[in-house]
C-alpha cells in the first residue's frame, strides 16, 4: 500500500516568511508524528498526534512552531517567521498506535530559509 | 531526560569482515528500534526489540536487546557494499508501565563498506 506522503519535497524561502508542510499518513494509522533533522542537531522530535487526544508539543522549538491534524488523517506543521535556524528536512511519521508500533517515515521535507 | 548514544559515529569496513555498532540509552526503556538511511532518503525500519533479551536477524544484520544494561547492539556480518547507509537506534521513554510515541534517536553511525 501506499506510504507516508510529504509535500512539497523541497522549500526555499525568504527569512520572515511563513511556511506549511504537508503529511499524509498511511490509511489506518491512528498515530502522526513529526521530526527534524539538521546537520547541527540531529534527529529531533517536534510533534505528535494520537486518534482524538491532545497532540504531545513537547518538542516543538519556539511559540512559531504549530501543527495540526484534521479529520484524524492530514497534518500541516506551520512555521512562521522563519529563521535561518529553521533549515532542516522535515520528517513526518505514522503508525498504527502511538508507543507500541513501529513508525514509518515518509520522504521528508528539505526547507532552506536564505 | 532520556539520551541515546551510538558508537562509533563512523564506521569503514572491508567487505566480507564482521563488525558491531553499539547502542547505549540513559533511562528505562521496554522496546528499542533500528532504522536505516541512505544519503538523501528517508528512514527504513530495520527492526523492533519488544523485550529484554529480544534478537532478530535480517540477512547480514543481526540486532540484540539488553534492558537491564540499557544496551542494544547491531551487528553485521560478512560485510557487502550495499550495507553502506547510515544507521539510527531510536528509543521511547517508558513511564508507569507505558511506552510513549516520542522517540529520542542516537547521533547515528555512518558505515562505509569497500572492497
Known amino acids: 500500500g501506499a506510504g507516508v506522503s510529504q509535500s512539497p519535497s523541497n522549500k526555499v524561502t525568504e527569512k520572515g516568511k511563513d511556511v506549511e508542510l504537508r503529511c499524509d499518513p498511511i490509511s489506518g494509522h491512528t498515530a502522526l508524528y513529526w521530526y527534524r533533522q539538521s546537520l547541527g542537531q540531529g534527529l529531533e522530535f517536534l510533534i505528535y498526534f494520537q486518534g482524538n487526544s491532545a497532540p504531545d508539543k513537547s518538542g516543538l522549538p519556539s511559540d512559531r512552531f504549530s501543527a495540526e491534524r484534521t479529520g484524524g488523517s492530514v497534518s500541516t506543521l506551520t512555521i512562521q517567521r522563519t529563521q535561518q535556524e529553521d533549515s532542516a528536512v522535515y520528517l513526518c511519521?505514522?503508525?498504527?498506535?502511538?508507543?507500541?508500533?513501529?513508525?514509518?517515515f515518509g520522504p521528508g521535507t528539505r526547507l532552506t530559509v536564505l | 531526560e532520556l539520551k541515546v548514544e551510538q558508537n562509533p559515529l563512523f564506521l569503514s569496513m572491508q567487505e566480507g569482515k564482521n563488525y558491531t555498532i553499539y547502542c547505549n540509552y540513559s533511562t528505562t526503556s521496554d522496546r528499542l528500534y533500528w532504522y536505516r538511511q541512505d544519503p538523501g532518503k528517508s528512514l527504513e525500519s530495520l527492526f523492533v526489540l519488544l523485550s529484554n533479551g529480544a534478537v532478530k536477524q535480517e540477512g547480514r544484520l543481526m540486532a540484540s536487546l539488553d534492558t537491564k544494561a540499557r544496551l542494544s547492539t547491531l551487528h553485521i556480518t560478512a560485510a557487502v557494499h550495499d550495507l553502506s547507509a547510515t544507521y539510527f537506534c531510536a528509543v521511547p521513554p517508558f513511564a508507569g508501565g507505558t511506552s510513549y510515541g516520542k522517540l529520542t534517536f542516537g547521533q547515528g553511525t555512518i558505515l562505509t563498506v569497500h572492497p
Open positions: 511519521a505514522s503508525s498504527f498506535v502511538s508507543g507500541i508500533d513501529t513508525q514509518y
